[in-house]
């Protein structure tokens, strides 16, 4: 626990800035080489309470949790040094505590015991970057309101970048062209005595139905970005072949596998940015609990899917998502030398 | 998606064979260093669905989808700069649509966007192996059926060898006497009210009752090579003191932990060949949607037993073969001190 | 199978001496570099099975089957080089026949197809601990009583240390102050047609009962070190900031994912003690059927609580200890700004 007798914190050699965060699937405007010395980097999420429609063929909906009202909540960059400054506001017509847990932060509970804000509360936390990687974030108010909260869709992710940017494992810099920032959140909806989807008033509602769901370990639905769908269609991710996309994966709660059909993961770091990335992957882990990043420089334009490949999950529990990319197709890479026809043996 | 105006590929570098492809859990005749340039390499895939029993004490079966026959499909072996080139047939008395996504080549979902054949068509696919690793390749006709044909066995393995061979992390050759194949496939069969499996006339007619089961993310059987025990009794694995095995475990959908009991994985490498394998590991892990390699050089005779080491998914979901490993006992390594004899304290 | 014609293993070289084995999360007195010549540890184990209170809130139960009487069974330490020597034990009034698999080791299963005793039997067995790593041993009778035995708690861990102790990646020495040894136990309980949990008059009994529990592959419990609770309140861990601990976790059948809650993994060696340790990580991963080291310097004073980031998991089926942690705080890594307010915009 903080201790209001501790030495306060020597900020003189910080420069304070302010962060826009803006909503998934998009990244804040960043360096990824540190530009100047350490920062402290303002930021301020609100924690908001929103009846949201998960599926729209069935209808399903949650009284998700969020920050900033988008799940995974907002992507927050920085580097080793720099030191973040969250004010953090749950408004007054909020039904519950809030708080957050950054996995990137050191000391009571990832800052979790600093920030529980009841409805109409305001808090403020700075913590240092010290460890280069992505990280997941959290509310986490304690017992069982840890994953209920979680898994209503209140997490998102840090990234911390080392100061001169990422590397391959021989030291050469690795630069990307865009980030697409992937929350996969697991929903365990609760059911009637029909099999249909609850409806519920207020958020909190569900809480002893939702808790007898997650017991069972087995999501309704596991999506990317908030809903079925959120990032297919006219929401898919844009790309043209020779750029590079860094791909970040939080999952708070659950293992997930990601893999994009037709590319690779280049580059991945599933532990952090402290270490070598792994190459040439078809599928990489991130443990629950974890962001993850994957680097990869699109080769063939086409439609891409990204997917968690349990492919169940990936086909009826919702996480897909699409890259569109645009350029000239490869025939050295791939080619379909005879169309699909009659055959007679 | 390919485009007819992209210039044509240049295949003058290339020689081009064939490569006879063999039923699991077996390997196709194959260089472990390239011998020579580049080659083109052609096969031949038939997508063949047949009804199988899965496990011979319940009678439990399934109207299984595979590559050429058998579950998992067979084993194609290259090196990085070979092309393959597949002539992939669906025979006219098929029930369904099927195609192939590889994992180990770039664009047009995995070759997936190109190979579509309905009964009775015939498709070529060419395709060039840039990155070194274990890949799985699978069925992928869009949406639910994605999971369904993979469930229904249509998945199997590349592997793409660097063409100086394997290497430890010194760069020193590591070398293999024998591979073992072994695809892990999880089914979710349908059971009727009373708890019995159900039964089927035509390859897909189990497809809702199959959409239902798969979505309780639990498997009713987590095998090796097709049914439970078809790896172990008369069809174990071979092998002697001082030989060298290279185990490829594939797992096309769903997580798994390969162990060989009383074994380990001397070199293990879960990413690709481009990373250094991971040493003296007692479990690996198969992210879903993977295909991983694993070298051990038999130290004892006897009996060992490999398996997915959730040990309900060995014992219980059928996830357990067996290797007979033929030699002399060493007692520095293990010594039976006392055998079992009565105690009094 | 062991074979009675073998040549005798030459011992000359080997110092014996004793090895006191004490319940977790304690570790056994032990050097981290070795001193002297390699040495036979002998050990002695005793299969006690007790009726035990897997949580109180509940009265849920099980007749555990343990190795020592605790779950995990102890922590076993040696040196690459060292041969273990064990005395293991089954009383008289047992119920059941149990054995041993250590995966540390080579040939005969582990071990587990030399060491079956019956009630009122022990065996001797001795085995070269070859590979460094942390690694599981547990009960393996055959069938579906390998994963029922392992699923009662008959498991624990045994820790290879290479000789010159731990390393980071560069080489540089790295010690612990203290090791939090932690099992992580998966129960299967079954209950009743009300859903209370079933009670029994003798281990063994729920043997039917428990395979129907086991095969939905979900579990009622995952509890850290026998019971719900037992690493919290006033069986919390116990360190000062600047002291490094060594967290061991063991999980004998089910995947789990670590996290230390307001803290790191600085150093993981998931894999083994061969490899260089990842660095500086948020969640670290335990392929079902392995002990994984984590190595962690606490930075901040207060409660950490270490969980299975899975958080349903955590909160919900017991996968939660905590860390109390003394010193001083340090407003540099983390400060509440300001604390909770009212606010109005
Ligand atoms: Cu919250
Ligand atoms: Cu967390
Ligand atoms: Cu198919
Ligand atoms: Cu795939
Ligand atoms: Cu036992
Ligand atoms: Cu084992
Ligand atoms: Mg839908
Ligand atoms: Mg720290
Ligand atoms: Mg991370
Ligand atoms: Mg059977
Ligand atoms: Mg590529
Ligand atoms: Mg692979
Ligand atoms: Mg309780
Ligand atoms: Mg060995
Ligand atoms: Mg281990």
Redesign the interface.
């Known amino acids: 626990?903080?201790?209001a007798t501790?030495?306060?914190?020597?900020l003189s050699g910080f420069t304070r800035v302010k962060m826009e965060l803006v909503a998934p699937p998009f990244a804040p405007t960043h360096d990824q080489v540190a530009v100047g010395g350490p920062k402290i980097i303002e930021i301020t999420m609100e924690t908001t309470e929103r009846l949201m429609v998960v599926d729209e063929d069935t209808g399903a909906s949650i009284w998700a949790l969020t920050y900033n009202g988008s799940v995974p909540g907002p992507l927050i960059i920085c580097h080793v040094g720099d030191m973040i400054?969250l004010?953090l506001?749950n408004p007054a017509d909020s039904q519950m505590e809030h708080n957050i847990?950054f996995?990137?932060?050191?000391?009571?509970?990832?800052?979790?015991?600093?920030?529980?804000?009841?409805p109409?509360?305001?808090?403020?936390?700075?913590?240092?970057a010290?460890?280069?990687?992505c990280?997941?974030y959290h509310c986490?108010p304690g017992?069982?309101m840890?994953?209920y909260h979680?898994?209503h869709g209140m997490n998102g992710a840090v990234m911390v970048l080392p100061r001169e940017g990422l590397k391959d494992k021989d030291g050469n810099a690795l630069t990307y062209d865009s980030i697409a920032y992937i929350g996969e959140q697991d929903y365990y909806l609760p059911k009637d005595e029909n099999g249909e989807y609850r409806t519920y008033e207020l958020a909190g509602e569900d809480y002893s139905d939702s808790?007898e769901a997650?017991?069972?370990?087995?999501p309704t639905h596991s999506v990317f970005n908030d809903a079925v769908g959120a990032l297919t269609g006219e929401h898919a991710l844009k790309a043209k072949v020779g750029e590079t996309v860094l791909m970040i994966h939080n999952q708070?709660?659950?293992?997930s596998?990601p893999?994009l059909?037709?590319?690779?993961g280049d580059f991945?770091w599933e532990?952090?940015f402290?270490?070598q990335p792994?190459?040439?992957?078809?599928?990489?882990?991130v443990?629950?609990?974890?962001?993850v990043a994957a680097m990869y420089t699109f080769?063939?334009?086409?439609?891409?899917?990204y997917v968690n490949?349990?492919?169940?999950?990936?086909?009826?529990?919702g996480a897909t998502a699409h890259f569109v990319v645009e350029g000239?197709?490869?025939?050295?890479?791939?080619?379909?030398?005879?169309?699909?026809?009659?055959?007679t043996i």
């Open positions: 626990k903080a201790d501790a030495a306060p914190a020597d400054e004010t506001r847990d996995h990137a932060s050191t000391g009571a509970l990832g800052g979790g015991g600093l920030t529980h804000v009841f109409g509360e305001e808090v403020v936390l700075r913590w240092k010290t460890k280069p990687g990280f997941t986490a017992g069982a840890i994953p979680v898994t808790l997650m017991v069972t370990l087995t708070a709660n659950r293992d596998r893999h059909i037709g590319g690779h991945v532990s952090s402290g270490d792994m190459t040439g992957m078809e599928t990489w882990f443990r629950g609990g974890s962001a080769e063939q334009p086409g439609v891409y899917a490949h349990n492919l169940i999950e990936a086909a009826l529990l000239d197709w490869n025939n050295a890479l791939m080619e379909q030398v005879v169309a699909p026809r009659a055959f």
